[in-house]
C-alpha cells in the first residue's frame, strides 16, 4: 500500500481532496520545524515555533472532528490506527503545554520542544503511510475532495492551542472547540503581554463559555 507521500496530487484525488490537504499541512509543518531548529534565540524563533504549534493543534482538531470519525467507520482496523495517532495527539498536548508554561530561557523547555517536534514527525509518518492510504483505498476520489472541505472548514475554525480538558473524539471535542477556537483566537490576535481591559472582558466571558460546555459534555457522556 504506497504512501501518500508519494503520490501526485492526481492520485490523491485532487488538489482539494482531504489527502492532499493533509499531506500539504504536513510538509508546511516539517518547513517550520526545520525553520525553528536553524535559527538564533529570537523573536523569530518564537513566531516560527508559535505557528507551527498553531497549525499542528487546528490540523489534529479538524482531524479528530471530521476525518477520523469516517476512518472508524469505513476502515479495516481503523479503531486501532486512529487511537494510535490520537494517542500521539495528546502526547503532543501535553509537551506543548508544558512548553507554553516555560520561558524561552528554561533549560527544560528546548527538550521538550524536541520531544515534540519528534512526535509530530512520528504522527506524519504513521498518517501517510499507514492511516490514509488505508481510507484512499476505501473512498472514491468526488468522497474524498467532499471530505477535504468538510475538514477544511473545521480546520480554519479550530482551536490553536493545547488543552487538557478537550476529549480526542466527538462529540466532546466538537461541543467545546468552538468556545476553545474564540478563546484561543482571540489570545493570538492580542499578542504578547498583558491584555487590555476590553481583551481581558472578552476572555472573561469566554471563559464563562468553556464551563458551560464542559457541563455539556458531561451531560452528553451521562447520556452515552
Do not use: C
Not at 472532528?65 to 486512529?82: K, N
Amino acid at each position: 500500500m504506497p504512501t501518500i507521500a508519494d503520490q501526485t496530487v492526481e492520485q490523491l484525488g485532487g488538489r482539494d481532496s482531504v489527502l492532499a490537504r493533509q499531506r500539504r499541512d504536513h510538509v508546511e509543518m516539517d518547513r517550520l520545524m526545520n525553520e525553528y531548529q536553524v535559527l538564533a534565540d529570537g523573536e523569530d524563533r518564537e513566531r516560527v515555533l508559535k505557528e507551527t504549534v498553531q497549525l499542528v493543534f487546528s490540523h489534529a482538531f479538524a482531524e479528530e472532528t471530521v476525518l477520523w470519525p469516517v476512518v472508524r467507520r469505513s476502515v479495516a482496523e481503523g479503531q486501532e490506527l486512529t487511537a494510535r495517532v490520537e494517542d500521539e495527539h495528546q502526547q503532543i498536548n501535553d509537551l506543548v503545554a508544558d512548553v507554553e508554561r516555560l520561558g524561552p530561557a528554561d533549560p527544560e523547555r528546548e527538550e521538550k520542544v524536541r520531544r515534540v517536534f519528534a512526535l509530530i514527525r512520528q504522527d506524519i509518518r504513521d498518517e501517510e503511510d499507514l492511516l490514509l492510504p488505508r481510507l484512499q483505498d476505501t473512498l472514491g476520489a468526488v468522497q474524498l475532495r467532499r471530505l477535504g472541505a468538510a475538514w477544511e472548514a473545521v480546520r480554519r475554525t479550530a482551536p490553536t492551542h493545547p488543552h487538557p480538558v478537550v476529549p480526542r473524539q466527538p462529540p466532546g471535542n466538537a461541543v467545546l472547540g468552538v468556545p476553545l477556537s474564540l478563546f484561543d483566537r482571540t489570545r493570538d490576535a492580542l499578542g504578547p503581554g498583558s491584555p487590555t481591559t476590553t481583551a481581558k472582558k472578552v476572555l472573561t466571558a469566554l471563559a464563562g463559555m468553556l464551563v458551560a460546555a464542559a457541563g455539556a459534555v458531561a451531560l452528553l457522556r451521562r447520556r452515552h
